[in-house]
């Protein structure tokens, strides 16, 4: 496991935006698959964008076309926009190496490193 850390949340109204960042040390920028992860109260944690290869970007059906996700060599960016209440939860950050990783890229089973989390509130 390698250290994430996640920053850039907090609270929003609905339409507004953020953007989360995920600083990774060690070899975790040199992971195959990174990740954001999120979790609603009550919910399980659901991937919301994740990246392989620094190249092949893959996003949730909820939030395509309103999420952004880069890769600016250790740091994952994901910039949210039209953010709406349904979007509120905790914000996780992972990483996954190993050249099979591509395979789930958005199922938490795929993950082995993960950031404490950001919290992303939203208002109606």
């Known amino acids: 496991q390698v250290p994430l850390m996640e920053s850039g949340g907090g609270s929003v109204q609905a339409r507004g935006s953020l953007k989360l960042s995920c600083a990774a040390s060690g070899d975790s920028y040199r992971g195959d698959c990174m990740a954001w992860f999120r979790q609603a109260p009550g919910k399980g944690r659901e991937g919301v964008a994740a990246?392989?290869?620094?190249?092949y970007i893959e996003y949730a059906a909820s939030v395509k076309g309103r999420f952004a996700l880069s890769k600016d060599n250790a740091n994952l960016l994901l910039e949210m926009n039209a953010l709406q209440p349904e979007d509120t939860a905790i914000y996780y950050c992972?990483?996954?190496?190993?050249?099979?990783?591509?395979?789930?890229?958005?199922?938490?089973?795929?993950?082995?490193?993960w950031g404490q989390g950001t919290q992303v509130t939203v208002s109606s």
């Open positions: 990246i392989y290869n620094d190249q």
């Open positions: 992972a990483a996954a190496g190993g050249p099979n990783c591509w395979r789930s890229l958005l199922s938490r089973s795929t993950y082995m490193s």
